[in-house]
Every structure is written in C-alpha cells, then in structure tokens.
C-alpha cells in the first residue's frame, strides 16, 4: 500500500487532507506533538470524520492510519524517508519548528539513495509558503544535501477551501479524533510544482499557473470569513453563522467579494460571472450551522491576518492596481483593529497598539502600510467610527 505522511494531525490534516488521501488508498501516518492524538491513532488504526448533509452528519471512517511522535526526529527522519507522498498542515508560524526535523528526512533519503521524488502538498494559509518552507529547510542542509532537495523535493502549493472548524464537544466526547467537516472536498494545487509524476488523488485538481487560485482563496474566502468574525464580534455574535445571517454583516461581505471579485478579474482576466457565483456559494456555506464555526476561531491572531500580504492588505493593494476603491474591505480591516478576545494575546497586542498609538502606526508596524496613505486614511476613519458605536448600516 502507497505510504502518505502528514505533518500535522489537526482538523485540516486529518478532516481534509487525511480523507482525500484515504479514498486514493493510502496508509496515513500523523506526525503530531499531542501524544494523546498519536497515541489514539495508534491505538485504533482509524478515526471518524463528520460531514454535514442538511441538519444531520453522514459518517466516513478514515482507515489504515498511526502516528509518529512529533518530538522524535529520529522516527520523523525514517518516517519521511519511507514516505511515497507528504503534506504539513502546522500553521504558519509552526513551519520554523518543523524545518530541521525535515531536513533530517531530506538527509536520510539521500543517504538511503533514495531517487524517486518526494513531493509535498503545504497546506498552509500563506501565499508562497513553499519558497518560506523550502529557505527554512535548507538552513539545515550541506550544499550537497541542498542539491538533492532541490531535485527530488517537491513542494505544491494547495488552495485550502474546506471548512473544517472545532469539532463539537458532543461529538468530541464520544471520539477525540472525531472531525466535522463541510461538503466541500476539492483541493486545487500547483500542477507546476510536482517532481516526477503528479500522484492520482481523490479530488485533487493540478492547475497552472497558481497564482489565481490562492489569491482567490485569500482574497475572497479568507478575506470575507474574517470580515464577518470581526463585525459579528462587534454585535456580540458567537459563531460565523450568526453573523452571516445579519443582514447588514452579509451586505458588508459581498460588497468586500465584489470589490475582490473586479481586482482579480483585472489581475486574471477570469470572469465576473465565475467569481459572484464562487462569492455567492461562499456566502451559503458560511450559513453552515452545524459546522459550528465561531467568531473567535475565524478571527483570532490579527497581528497575521491584518499583515501586508494576507487577507486584508494584499487584496487592497490588489484593488488599488486595478482601481477600484476598497472600501469596504478596509471596513473589514478596521473591526480587526479592534477585535481583542481574550486568550489571543496577538490579536489583543495589535488592538491595545492601535486604541494607545493610533491606527496609522498600528499599520505601519503590523500591515506594512504608511501611515500616510490613502489606505491609512480611510481605515482611520472607519475605526474612528467603530469606535464611536456609528451603526453597520451607516457604516460605509
């Protein structure tokens, strides 16, 4: 049976990542620091994931799986050694840590003679996370080392669309390693970025060139999930679709999907059609309900959602090359100014910065933006009136 590594054994690795890799008949092993996960996955050699059909869940068991302590490198080294294919779903700012113990499965292939490629999916919410992934790897390697990852690893870039949020306590209880998931299974990659033969998995969609694709992921889907937790966390809402129902929240967030959809219609030369109808579909699976996606999940870390090429800042800047005015993005960018929950100490350090220092250096030292700018001065003057409780509705 084909061997598939995944480096990290959250909701994405096994709710998205593990299930397309089950349906293409491979044996999963989970590389995770949490040993009650590892210890589970080795225990039961399966786990269940959730999908919401309507009001109720339809079950699907992911099988021949196990775990790889995340702290052993030792094990990780043989572990990616004898890997067919891998992916990482860590985060971000996990990346640094994973890098060596990589590395050092990088250096036991080529020590094994190892010629067939081992090429690895990146699932990470970051645009060219497979250049910031592969400068961090190669910190480890020898100049001969180098020359081998450079032609036998591949690094693709995926477009993570599915939703896959905290699983619900009921359903936690009966299984740790349970997962709920929405419908959406299709998982678009860098056709370009494969080594050798691009391996045949189960809704995998290999396309080229990229760059539209993760720019509408971010742009589009991540700008506008975060522009509702943060309005919905200025109205007291708990979960995403509390807000999206809103419907003053909903208006704010289509009219930020336009803005997007017209700045990568200029960018790409797609059509508008293709994008309002992908906006639209957005907008009824943020209604998901029992996906129980909340305002505190969506909307945490702000110090890198708001930063210069995520979400907020990289589509206005993108808006600004095509001339359109985003407005109502920068109104997003704004209320995340302000959102502060407690126990996300990042984002509670850029909100007390912003309320202590004002917004335009807030921006300058977390968005990359001067203070000066057209794009400072018309999120100073939302957040002003966020601030003096001016209402949504007249918000814009």
Same mark, same amino acid.
């Given at each position: 049976?084909?061997?598939?590594?995944?480096?990290?054994?959250?909701?994405?690795? %096994?709710?998205?990542?593990?299930?397309?890799?089950?349906?293409?008949? !491979?044996?999963?092993?989970?590389?995770?620091?949490?040993?009650?996960?590892?210890?589970? /996955?080795?225990?039961?050699?399966? !786990?269940?994931? !959730?999908?919401?059909?309507?009001?109720?869940?339809?079950?699907?068991?992911?099988?021949?799986?196990?775990?790889?302590?995340?702290?052993?490198?030792?094990?990780?080294?043989?572990?990616?050694?004898? $890997?067919? /294919?891998? $992916?990482?779903?860590?985060?971000?700012?996990?990346?640094?840590?994973?890098?060596?113990?990589?590395?050092?499965?990088? @250096?036991?292939?080529?020590?094994?003679?190892?010629?067939?490629?081992?090429?690895?999916?990146? #699932? &990470?919410?970051?645009?060219? $996370?497979?250049?910031?992934?592969?400068?961090?790897?190669?910190? !480890?390697?020898?100049?001969?080392?180098?020359?081998?990852?450079?032609?036998?690893?591949?690094?693709?870039?995926?477009?993570?669309?599915?939703?896959?949020?905290?699983?619900?306590?009921?359903?936690?209880?009966?299984?740790?390693?349970?997962?709920?998931?929405?419908?959406?299974?299709?998982?678009?990659?860098?056709?370009?970025?494969?080594?050798?033969?691009?391996?045949?998995?189960?809704?995998?969609?290999?396309? $080229?060139?990229?760059?539209?694709?993760? @720019?509408?992921?971010?742009?589009?889907?991540?700008?506008?999930?975060?522009?509702?937790?943060?309005?919905?966390? =200025?109205?007291?809402?708990?979960?995403?679709?509390?807000?999206?129902?809103?419907?003053?929240?909903?208006? =704010?967030? %289509?009219?930020?999907?336009?803005?997007?959809?017209?700045?990568?219609?200029?960018?790409?030369? +797609?059509?508008?059609?293709?994008? &309002?109808?992908?906006?639209?579909? /957005?907008? &009824?699976?943020?209604?998901?309900?029992?996906?129980?996606?909340?305002?505190?999940?969506?909307?945490?870390?702000?110090? @890198?959602?708001?930063?210069?090429?995520? %979400?907020?800042?990289?589509?206005?800047?993108?808006?600004?090359?095509?001339?359109?005015?985003?407005?109502?993005?920068?109104?997003?960018?704004?209320?995340?100014?302000?959102?502060?929950? &407690?126990?996300?100490?990042?984002?509670?350090?850029?909100?007390?910065?912003? %309320?202590?220092?004002? +917004?335009?250096?807030?921006?300058?030292?977390? #968005?990359?933006?001067?203070?000066?700018?057209?794009?400072?001065?018309?999120?100073?003057?939302?957040?002003?009136?966020?601030?003096?409780?001016?209402?949504?509705?007249? /918000?814009?």
């Amino acid at each position: 049976m084909k061997k598939a590594l995944m480096y990290g054994a959250g909701n994405i690795g %096994r709710g998205f990542i593990g299930q397309l890799l089950d349906m293409s008949d !491979y044996a999963i092993s989970f590389i995770d620091v949490n040993m009650d996960v590892i210890n589970r /996955l080795n225990a039961d050699k399966q !786990y269940p994931i !959730y999908i919401t059909d309507g009001d109720s869940y339809r079950e699907y068991i992911v099988t021949n799986v196990s775990g790889v302590n995340g702290r052993d490198n030792e094990a990780i080294a043989e572990a990616i050694s004898e $890997a067919d /294919l891998m $992916a990482t779903a860590v985060g971000v700012n996990i990346l640094k840590f994973i890098a060596e113990p990589f590395a050092g499965g990088v @250096r036991r292939r080529m020590q094994k003679g190892i010629d067939a490629p081992l090429n690895v999916i990146i #699932c &990470e919410n970051m645009i060219e $996370a497979d250049k910031y992934f592969a400068g961090l790897v190669k910190g !480890y390697l020898t100049e001969q080392e180098a020359e081998y990852f450079d032609s036998h690893i591949g690094l693709v870039e995926p477009s993570i669309g599915r939703m896959v949020p905290a699983t619900p306590k009921e359903i936690a209880d009966k299984n740790p390693l349970a997962v709920c998931v929405e419908p959406y299974c299709e998982l678009p990659v860098d056709k370009d970025a494969f080594k050798g033969e691009i391996p045949a998995i189960k809704n995998m969609v290999p396309f $080229a060139p990229f760059s539209f694709y993760i @720019r509408r992921k971010l742009f589009m889907h991540n700008m506008s999930h975060a522009l509702t937790a943060y309005f919905g966390a =200025l109205r007291g809402y708990t979960y995403i679709w509390e807000a999206i129902q809103d419907r003053d929240i909903k208006k =704010l967030a %289509r009219e930020a999907l336009r803005e997007s959809s017209q700045a990568l219609k200029g960018e790409y030369g +797609v059509s508008m059609q293709e994008l &309002e109808d992908f906006s639209t579909n /957005l907008i &009824e699976r943020f209604e998901n309900k029992l996906l129980g996606d909340t305002i505190e999940r969506v909307g945490k870390d702000t110090k @890198r959602k708001l930063s210069l090429n995520d %979400r907020f800042v990289g589509v206005a800047l993108l808006c600004q090359k095509q001339g359109t005015l985003p407005k109502h993005i920068l109104a997003g960018l704004a209320a995340g100014l302000h959102f502060a929950k &407690e126990g996300d100490e990042a984002s509670v350090e850029v909100a007390t910065f912003a %309320r202590e220092c004002g +917004v335009g250096e807030a921006l300058e030292k977390y #968005c990359g933006i001067s203070s000066t700018s057209t794009i400072a001065q018309i999120v100073g003057e939302y957040y002003d009136k966020i601030k003096n409780n001016v209402a949504i509705s007249d /918000l814009i």
